[in-house]
């Protein structure tokens, strides 16, 4: 039996304790930077298969080695993250989430439960591998600063440092059984804006005595998009969003404030830097010309991901010898953004998506949706495909 084989068998072996993991992982989700739960949860599972964990890194993150022949020859971490989102989740199935208006609508019980059955998998093959593997269990993914940015200033990646890392995520837009990788730069960097736009607010009646806000951030909206259409290059992908506005008058009440909140992504950190200058400098200059006053913040978030390219080409290459070539795509970019990317800043890294669409079985929705939810059949095919790049890696 070959190598490749043999870790068919033992995924396909361990599939319902695969399962078992992840519904109890969705049944009970905790949100960012509350994982304590889902960390002891992780921990017990890892000591039962004979690992031994060290926990409270970033207070609820943990990490794990798996030794194989000659361990300080070369090493890959793997990487899974932890929590879930503030939605209420919508469908009935039998691991709903119990904790009302949090649910795992991202996939991240997935990544947890996959990289558990990985872990299974390569302990049992550590005799036929050199090198170490180093297991990253994360926190705080969905939520800035980031729970990659905390474990790296703790020092996830050292003692030991590994020479590349590797990260799989779940993607609703591919069918369960197939996989998909992209060299280069896949992911966008993702900016927060709070925009707070200050007039003076009285009787809608008589307009001309009070300092409309909801006319200047109305104003503000429309010409903040040129920063896009007429200042980005357009080779560089950028989005400029905004998703809410908050402008708490009445019918006959003009308010004296109105909150604007968006996002900017984009695929480079020099126009990233640019850009946010020139979101500031019209925000405030459209305000200002109409009599008001413009209070504007950008938290600066997740870096832009990029996947290095010879190590990504390796894991198609070996995607492909175990699924099968037309089993694995080619991912376009992608402006959602992943806090995965500071690895990808500090160590080689690979981020590919693990199919688990099934439009037969009604398994569509997207991510960050109420009725979100996977084909199972994914969780036999992302443990295995996981173990089998590690091992093809540590022997590149």
């Given at each position: 039996?070959?190598?490749?084989?043999?870790?068919?068998?033992?995924?396909?072996?361990?599939?319902?304790?695969?399962?078992?993991?992840?519904?109890?992982?969705?049944?009970?989700?905790?949100?960012?930077?509350?994982?304590?739960?889902?960390?002891?949860?992780?921990?017990?599972?890892?000591?039962?298969?004979?690992?031994?964990?060290?926990?409270?890194?970033?207070?609820?993150?943990?990490?794990?080695?798996?030794?194989?022949?000659?361990?300080?020859?070369?090493?890959?971490?793997?990487?899974?993250?932890?929590?879930?989102?503030?939605?209420?989740?919508?469908?009935?199935?039998?691991?709903?989430?119990?904790?009302?208006?949090?649910?795992?609508?991202?996939?991240?019980?997935?990544?947890?439960?996959?990289?558990?059955?990985?872990?299974?998998?390569?302990?049992?093959?550590?005799?036929?591998?050199?090198?170490?593997?180093?297991?990253?269990?994360?926190?705080?993914?969905?939520?800035?600063?980031?729970?990659?940015?905390?474990?790296?200033?703790?020092?996830?990646?050292?003692?030991?440092?590994?020479?590349?890392?590797?990260?799989?995520?779940?993607?609703?837009?591919?069918?369960?059984?197939?996989?998909?990788?992209?060299?280069?730069?896949?992911?966008?960097?993702?900016?927060?804006?709070?925009?707070?736009?200050?007039?003076?607010?009285?009787?809608?009646?008589?307009?001309?005595?009070?300092?409309?806000?909801?006319?200047?951030?109305?104003?503000?909206?429309?010409?903040?998009?040129?920063?896009?259409?007429?200042?980005?290059?357009?080779?560089?992908?950028?989005?400029?969003?905004?998703?809410?506005?908050?402008?708490?008058?009445?019918?006959?009440?003009?308010?004296?404030?109105?909150?604007?909140?968006?996002?900017?992504?984009?695929?480079?950190e020099e126009w990233r830097s640019e850009a946010h200058k020139k979101i500031k400098s019209i925000a405030e200059g459209?305000?200002?010309?109409?009599?008001?006053?413009?209070?504007?913040?950008?938290?600066?978030?997740?870096?832009?991901?990029?996947?290095?390219?010879?190590?990504?080409?390796?894991?198609?290459?070996?995607?492909?010898?175990?699924?099968?070539?037309?089993?694995?795509?080619?991912?376009?970019?992608?402006?959602?953004?992943?806090?995965?990317?500071?690895?990808?800043?500090?160590?080689?890294?690979?981020?590919?998506?693990?199919?688990?669409?099934?439009?037969?079985?009604?398994?569509?929705?997207?991510?960050?949706?109420?009725?979100?939810?996977?084909?199972?059949?994914?969780?036999?095919?992302?443990?295995?495909?996981?173990?089998?790049?590690?091992?093809?890696?540590?022997?590149?």
């Amino acid at each position: 039996m070959s190598l490749a084989e043999k870790i068919k068998t033992l995924s396909a072996e361990i599939v319902e304790q695969t399962v078992a993991n992840r519904r109890h992982l969705h049944a009970h989700p905790e949100l960012s930077y509350q994982e304590y739960k889902t960390s002891a949860y992780v921990a017990e599972q890892l000591r039962a298969i004979g690992l031994d964990p060290v926990t409270g890194i970033a207070d609820t993150g943990l990490t794990c080695l798996i030794k194989g022949k000659n361990p300080g020859s070369k090493t890959v971490a793997l990487r899974a993250d932890m929590d879930a989102l503030p939605i209420l989740e919508a469908s009935e199935v039998p691991y709903r989430s119990t904790n009302d208006g949090v649910m795992h609508a991202c996939g991240h019980d997935v990544h947890t439960a996959s990289l558990l059955s990985t872990a299974t998998i390569l302990n049992q093959l550590k005799h036929q591998f050199e090198g170490t593997i180093k297991l990253i269990f994360q926190p705080g993914e969905e939520k800035l600063p980031g729970g990659a940015s905390l474990m790296i200033k703790e020092g996830v990646l050292e003692n030991p440092s590994p020479k590349s890392i590797i990260g799989q995520h779940v993607m609703p837009f591919i069918p369960v059984g197939k996989v998909g990788f992209r060299k280069g730069m896949y992911m966008a960097s993702a900016d927060e804006i709070y925009i707070t736009v200050v007039g003076k607010g009285g009787h809608a009646a008589m307009p001309e005595r009070f300092v409309d806000p909801v006319l200047m951030a109305s104003h503000l909206i429309v010409a903040l998009q040129q920063v896009v259409s007429r200042t980005a290059n357009p080779r560089i992908p950028s989005v400029l969003s905004f998703g809410k506005i908050i402008g708490d008058g009445a019918t006959n009440v003009i308010p004296s404030e109105v909150i604007i909140e968006g996002t900017f992504r984009t695929l480079n950190e020099e126009w990233r830097s640019e850009a946010h200058k020139k979101i500031k400098s019209i925000a405030e200059g459209v305000v200002d010309s109409m009599g008001g006053k413009c209070d504007i913040e950008i938290r600066q978030g997740y870096p832009f991901l990029t996947n290095e390219p010879e190590l990504t080409q390796r894991a198609i290459d070996a995607a492909k010898e175990y699924l099968g070539e037309e089993n694995v795509e080619e991912l376009d970019l992608w402006l959602a953004a992943e806090d995965f990317a500071y690895y990808s800043q500090e160590v080689d890294a690979c981020f590919y998506r693990l199919g688990t669409r099934n439009e037969a079985r009604g398994i569509i929705s997207g991510v960050h949706t109420p009725t979100f939810d996977i084909d199972e059949e994914a969780l036999e095919l992302g443990p295995g495909l996981m173990a089998w790049l590690t091992i093809k890696e540590l022997q590149a």
